[in-house]
């Protein structure tokens, strides 16, 4: 099978031909106008046009075919879910002076204190590492649900509950019941949308996650100085509480197994002829290099008798690389088949709303799916994007603790209003969220136009998050710098500097959301397992620290060194730039693999 040796020996235009998993066929290409001699007419047969990818089925249930409203509900209710999760784990850290004043019998220090932040992030991260395997056994919708009721259960009780420990023990809870929002959500959103159509929606959901943590930030500190510390709680009780309503109601299953229309398709296009040659290309090839030939599971292997005038390949002529690919046609008569019956001309019948309500499924191979997660580690990608969204949420973990801390203190003397810091960082989040939308699938399909093959390659969306990586680093030196140095008028830098981080929090995330997706498909939820333990280390790691040292070396030091750390994560974007795709090419074999 191709390793790293071989895929970096490739040239130039082999990569280019290549079509590992990731590379699909997103514009079928153009055919010139034609001139038939005889009345001098000239026709045009094609337009150039945009695939669909993955291939939906005939079903109903599939959710690539659901409805555009029920599309919007479903994504609605998971981004209400992500934006919950992260309210209630914000929403508590303006409110930690609060805790002395409400509690006077159970004084605490302030490092003590950012304990309930601390654990609440770490259980965030470290809870997939249970909940995506069994998503993937039992189905999204039955984690989902079961998350958000862990998350309103946890939250009620927090309500009622009075001791450090106690809250302590609630807080790691719900961080259980939010991590399904950062890994089995964006699975869900891959799952129902085309691959030109991801980069919007996936901006949507990264915005409402990232927002949670701002709009919890601003009103925590109002609700437990005005209203109380437990206050805090039953708001965010009442706000989990419809959030799994909504989950019920509009959140259906989304794992469907395609079976044979996984199969790389050729679809309408016209018979061969001296005017409309058939396309060499294959959307998405398991069988492009000679040695990864065999890699195809057999479970996509058709062993029966196949109409001689339809086969899945047929070599094609060219000399170069391309030649050991093989061309795709439509699939036998006798493979169409229905994912439930292998019965051929099968009626689906209609998804109803009923339908969508069903919760549970079986997918067997437990102790496979636990250890899977574990196996992505051989994809870079999964590191790269690990240590570039766990930095920036440590740092906007830190900054939303310490500022607050911060302008509650001379010169500033904030009081309630310290959650205002946090209007930067909304800021930050609208933009990054409409850069992401605007620019993630218009790259995308506008780099397919222009290929000859019109092959779209998951790595043409990673240029874009270059500034916001630039502006994530920056950010948290500029928000050192002001800190160090206070003054009448430096909370306008700390609002700058925390707008440029959560604009990066915003993009960087949903790029890599987006670009793993394409990349590893069904690995997808795996890879998010290892990024949000990692997302759950880091800030867990600098939050225990971050007042020691501040304490020690000042503000500067210490935000001096998390810009150093977020600069040498953003560097590693650069192998990615430069070499994705011969990483995926010498990576194919744990993909297809695992699938």
């Excluded at 204190?113 to 601390?118: C, G, H, I, R, S």
């Excluded at 959650?419 to 218009?442: E, N, V």
């Amino acid at each position: 099978m191709p390793g790293w040796k071989y895929a970096f020996s490739l040239n130039q235009e082999a990569v280019k031909a290549a079509t590992p998993p990731g590379t699909v066929r997103l514009v079928e290409p153009a055919v010139p106008a034609i001139i038939i001699p005889e009345d001098g007419t000239t026709t045009q047969p094609n337009i150039e046009r945009f695939s669909k990818y993955p291939l939906p089925t005939p079903d109903p249930a599939d959710p690539l075919n659901w409805a555009p409203w029920r599309k919007l509900a479903c994504i609605s209710s998971v981004s209400l879910y992500a934006f919950v999760s992260n309210f209630i784990s914000a929403c508590v850290a303006p409110a930690l002076p609060v805790w002395n004043l409400e509690f006077p019998e159970d004084q605490r220090k302030i490092e003590e204190l950012m304990q309930f932040v601390a654990y609440n992030v770490l259980l965030l991260g470290f809870g997939n590492v249970l909940l995506v395997p069994v998503a993937n056994i039992f189905g999204r919708r039955a984690i989902v649900l079961t998350s958000t009721l862990i998350l309103f259960i946890a939250t009620a009780v927090g309500a009622t509950t009075s001791n450090f420990v106690g809250i302590l023990i609630v807080r790691c809870f719900q961080g259980f019941g939010s991590s399904a929002s950062e890994t089995v959500v964006p699975a869900v959103v891959g799952e129902m949308y085309f691959v030109h159509e991801r980069g919007r929606w996936m901006a949507f959901y990264t915005a409402a996650l990232a927002s949670g943590s701002v709009v919890g930030g601003i009103s925590g500190g109002y609700i437990a100085m005005r209203l109380g510390w437990f206050q805090i709680f039953r708001v965010g009780a009442v706000l989990a509480g419809f959030t799994f309503l909504c989950t019920v109601l509009f959140v259906p299953e989304t794992i469907y197994e395609r079976g044979a229309h996984c199969l790389p398709i050729q679809r309408n296009l016209p018979r061969p002829s001296r005017y409309w040659p058939r396309t060499a290309a294959p959307y998405l090839s398991l069988v492009t290099l000679p040695s990864m030939r065999m890699t195809l599971p057999s479970r996509f292997r058709y062993t029966g008798e196949l109409d001689p005038t339809y086969t899945w390949y047929q070599a094609s002529s060219s000399d170069d690389l391309s030649s050991t690919a093989m061309t795709p046609t439509r699939l036998s008569k006798h493979v169409r088949s229905s994912r439930a019956t292998g019965l051929t001309n099968f009626t689906y019948n209609s998804y109803t709303f009923a339908d969508s309500l069903k919760v549970g499924m079986y997918r067997g191979r437990i102790k496979y799916q636990f250890m899977k997660p574990w196996y992505t580690l051989r994809l870079p990608a999964t590191w790269i994007a690990s240590l570039q969204y766990g930095g920036l949420v440590g740092g906007v973990a830190v900054i939303s603790t310490i500022g607050p801390q911060l302008l509650i203190m001379p010169p500033y003397n904030w009081g309630e209003n310290t959650g205002l810091l946090f209007i930067g960082a909304l800021i930050g989040i609208i933009l990054g969220a409409t850069a992401t939308a605007l620019l993630a699938d218009r790259r995308l399909k506008r780099f397919a136009k222009k290929q000859d093959h019109g092959y779209a390659e998951p790595e043409t969306r990673l240029p874009i998050m270059l500034p916001a990586l630039a502006l994530g680093t920056g950010g948290l030196l500029v928000f050192g710098f002001c800190a160090q140095y206070p003054g009448e008028y430096q909370w306008v830098g700390l609002q700058f500097a925390y707008g440029m981080v959560a604009f990066a929090l915003t993009q960087v995330p949903s790029l890599w959301f987006s670009y793993l997706i394409d990349a590893y498909n069904q690995l997808a939820s795996d890879c998010f397992v290892m990024i949000c333990i990692l997302r759950g280390t880091v800030p867990f790691i600098w939050l225990l620290f971050v007042v020691q040292w501040i304490l020690r070396d000042g503000y500067l030091i210490p935000f001096g060194g998390f810009t150093v750390i977020m600069g040498v994560f953003s560097l590693f974007i650069v192998p990615m730039l430069w070499a994705g795709k011969r990483m995926r090419i010498a990576t194919a074999r744990y993909v297809v693999g695992n699938q």
